[in-house]
């Protein structure tokens, strides 16, 4: 993979980056921080010769189509005299942004390169060439690339964050930390830039710093669970073991997004089931309801016979009140894959919500017969078996599950009442001391507790 010409500006932006107090950041602090000369420089005035495109033939053939499409576009414009070189640097771009969606990265990365040299002024191609050097691990050719994105769009916030973050990658916390902070002047309530703030903090030794930063991103966003890990090192740093503790009991998968219009435009950028699949998970963890079921059917017009889309699909189907066309987008994934667990556990979780108890117990049983280690399956096994008079078949589905993930309340709450209405008051409470302990506060389980004789 081959790298791009070096900015000229970049050292402006590393010598005196202004921090939220004022001031400039000694020059070991930052201007030392980045590589220099990652990539070769180009010839003046860019490639005149047109691109090869890679073998295409391992893609999807709407995702050739667009391919080659862009490809005779830059190539009409390569042939045509006359051409300014902003117009065919961004035609480079433009194929080089589906070439990199569709994991040409070589080709990609030349594409991109050209763009840089042809349209200087497009910060949008020194910013995707950088996603797309961070994606392949080199995070010294990403940061320089940040680095000049981010000298021609000063004001832009994404650009700074994942400057930071691929600072931070390379253990530079000081520079990291400069970088983030130019964020929080832009935005002082970004989660993104106060999260990489506490983490440059803490990387940088202190902890004081970084429990104040990474406390702000959890208020600002408490759905980035994933920082209460950082959190607690700071706490333990700090002398304040309780509270280090009661952060790792929290700790998560979730990070501290930051709003990124141009990697939204590249996650749209091929027209694929699997692009349509992700805009459709965008959409649906929005509330778009009605935006997630069409994306969910325009991928699964170019991809049929994919299971999990048209499982999403019957998912989305449900949760806005359609349970009769999930249950048809459910049937027809287990007619398409008969194995595929999570269709099985949908139309388990049509009938439940209608009562239809026997059914739910065998469409769980066959999610589970079909994927074992699929708790919420088993969960909902059992749960049927404990409303349908089998509490003693339901222990060991509660038993396994709460073995597997002692974090899931739903699986120890059924469990309580499965041995409450077995008569095993003793043994219920004894479960239900051990579930607080590991989720202490938890509202379902508390109202258990006050309700178990």
Not at 30 to 39: D, E, N
Not at 96 to 125: F, K
Not at 277 to 290: F, S, V
């Amino acid at each position: 993979m081959t790298g791009h010409r070096p900015g000229t500006g970049l050292l402006g932006f590393l010598g005196c980056v202004v921090v939220l107090s004022g001031g400039c950041a000694a020059p070991e602090d930052v201007a030392s921080a980045l590589p220099r000369g990652t990539g070769r420089a180009m010839r003046a005035g860019g490639p005149r010769q047109p691109v090869t495109l890679p073998d295409l033939s391992g893609v999807a053939v709407s995702v050739q189509r667009q391919v080659r499409g862009h490809h005779a576009r830059l190539t009409e414009k390569l042939t045509e005299p006359g051409t300014p070189p902003v117009e065919l640097g961004n035609a480079f771009g433009e194929l080089g942004l589906v070439l990199m969606a569709a994991e040409y990265h070589d080709a990609a990365a030349a594409c991109l390169e050209s763009a840089i040299d042809l349209a200087p002024d497009a910060a949008r191609w020194p910013y995707y060439l950088g996603h797309l050097h961070a994606v392949q691990g080199d995070r010294a050719a990403a940061a320089e690339l940040y680095a000049r994105a981010h000298e021609l769009r000063p004001s832009d916030l994404p650009t700074l964050v994942r400057l930071g973050d691929t600072l931070l990658d390379q253990s530079r916390p000081a520079a990291a930390e400069q970088a983030f902070m130019r964020a929080l002047a832009l935005d002082p309530g970004s989660a993104a830039a106060l999260a990489g703030a506490g983490r440059a903090a803490l990387a940088g030794g202190d902890a004081a710093r970084a429990a104040e930063y990474l406390g702000r991103a959890l208020s600002a966003d408490e759905r980035a669970t994933s920082l209460h890990y950082p959190l607690a090192m700071a706490y333990r740093q700090l002398g304040r073991l309780d509270e280090a503790q009661a952060h790792l009991r929290r700790r998560g998968s979730g990070t501290a997004a930051v709003p990124d219009p141009l990697l939204d435009v590249y996650s749209g950028v091929l027209e694929s089931a699997i692009t349509y699949e992700t805009r459709g998970m965008r959409a649906l963890q929005g509330g778009q309801l009605a935006a997630a079921e069409d994306l969910f059917r325009r991928g699964l017009a170019l991809a049929p016979d994919d299971p999990a889309l048209r499982h999403r699909l019957g998912t989305v189907l449900m949760m806005a009140g359609n349970p009769r066309g999930a249950v048809e987008q459910f049937e027809e994934t287990i007619r398409r894959s008969p194995d595929f667990a999570k269709a099985h556990f949908g139309l388990g979780m049509v009938a439940m919500l209608n009562g239809g108890y026997p059914e739910a117990v065998a469409r769980f049983s066959a999610a589970v017969g079909h994927q074992p280690d699929y708790l919420e399956a088993r969960v909902g096994l059992a749960d049927g078996l404990r409303v349908t008079g089998r509490a003693d078949a339901s222990l060991a589905h509660y038993r396994q599950v709460v073995v597997a993930d002692p974090q899931f309340a739903d699986a120890w709450m059924g469990y309580v009442l499965a041995l409450a209405d077995l008569g095993r008051r003793d043994e219920a409470r004894d479960r239900l001391g051990e579930a607080l302990a590991i989720l202490p506060g938890h509202p379902g389980l508390a109202r258990l507790r006050a309700g178990l004789p």
